[in-house]
């Protein structure tokens, strides 16, 4: 299966908005849970649109404003429904 690609903009404003949170919340997770196989983690210097940051793209869908906790159900929710559970 294909990996989930989650995209998360490290540049300047959106890491210092929470996406620096945000990494470090969906590495530990996917480690912990054995999802570490499943997903790319891909950073980017901008994805653009800073004034509305953090900007993730999970698959072939961007995000903005989102707290860590936020992304974290969003990759949840993602690799559920690639499970078919």
Known sequence: MKKL?????????CFARGNSQTLAVL????????????VELVGHLCMGD????PNIRIADATYQGL???EVLQLVV????ER???
């Open 5 to 13: 690609v989650v995209e998360l903009c490290m540049g300047s404003s």
């Open 67 to 69: 707290v860590a906790e």
């Open 27 to 38: 590495e530990s997770y996917l480690q912990k849970s054995g999802y570490a196989s499943q």
């Open 77 to 80: 929710d993602a690799l559920v």
């Open 50 to 53: 800073c004034s509305k940051g």
């Open 83 to 85: 499970e078919g559970l």
